[in-house]
Nanobody, 120 residues
Framework: QVQLVESGGGLVQPGGSLRLSCAAS????????MAWYRQAPGKTRELVAA???????NYADSVKGRFTFSRDNAQNTVYLQMNSLKPEDTAVYYC??????????????WGRGTQVTVSS
């Protein structure tokens, strides 16, 4: 059993900042890749940023230069630092991960999401 738990969402004014966290727990052997997605009302879920296995961080064009994705391997936690937030960043933000569990299997897991609202 693996769980991903996001935190750090909330209401912020345009131009403000938030830091999201996603902690993975459970029967984890290792984490292969992690990513942040978001879904705004009436829109499809979209990739925000990803750290693939052995690769460099990728960002959606809409967040480049404003968001920073970091990873703490020792804590099985990733962070999304979001600066210069815009109303169009309003969405539910989800954590996603490819995780090897202790029985050797590889699975893809999602958190339940955290709401980010950017509004004055």
């Amino acid at each position: 059993q693996v769980q991903l738990v996001e935190s750090g969402g909330g209401l912020v004014q345009p131009g403000g900042s938030l830091r999201l966290s996603c902690a993975a727990s459970g029967s984890i052997s290792s984490i292969r890749a992690m990513a942040w997605y978001r879904q705004a009302p009436g829109k499809t879920r979209e990739l925000v940023a990803a750290i693939p296995a052995g690769g460099s961080t990728n960002y959606a064009d809409s967040v480049k230069g404003r968001f920073t994705f970091s990873r703490d391997n020792a804590q099985n936690t990733v962070y999304l630092q979001m600066n210069s937030l815009k109303p169009e960043d309003t969405a539910v933000y989800y954590c996603n991960a490819d995780i090897y569990i202790t029985d050797g299997g590889l699975g893809n897991y999602w958190g339940r999401g955290t709401q980010v609202t950017v509004s004055s």
